[in-house]
């Protein structure tokens, strides 16, 4: 789809994308900003506190970068999964580049959107 002016629409990565939690049926959505890094665990001084005892101290980092996100594992014994299309789920080792996507982290699904434009 292009503009009037015969541009591409992409998103240019200086929107705000939204990360939805989903926990022990409760949903919590947040926007995270281009460049913001949020540390996912268990610890209090977490970017998202995830009270559950499956989820590390310091699971996974996720970071809003140019037109998706960029997701760490940094508790290589305990993995954060992506779900690929068909619901399977793979483990995350090193980092992951996405642009949307849905990944598993203890009882938690947290749904990563691209910037809406």
């Known amino acids: 789809m292009g503009s009037e002016n015969g ?16 926990l022990a049926g409760q949903t919590t959505t947040r926007l995270v900003e281009p460049g ?3 540390v ?3 610890d209090p001084s977490s970017g998202i ?11 996974a980092s996720i970071e ?3 037109p998706g996100w960029l997701v ?12 690929d299309a068909t619901g ?6 090193g980092e992951l580049g996405l642009r949307s996507g849905e990944l598993l982290i203890g009882g938690a699904q ?8």
């Open 7 to 22: 541009g591409d629409l992409t998103p240019t990565g200086r929107a705000p994308g939204t990360l939805v939690v989903l």
């Open 36 to 38: 913001e890094l949020l």
């Open 40 to 42: 996912v665990g268990r």
């Open 49 to 59: 506190v995830l009270a559950d005892p499956r989820v590390s101290p310091r699971h």
């Open 64 to 66: 809003r970068r140019g």
């Open 72 to 83: 760490r594992g940094l508790d290589v014994a305990n993995p954060t999964w992506l779900l």
């Open 88 to 93: 399977r789920a793979q483990p995350i080792r």
């Open 110 to 117: 947290v749904r990563l959107y691209p910037p809406s434009w």
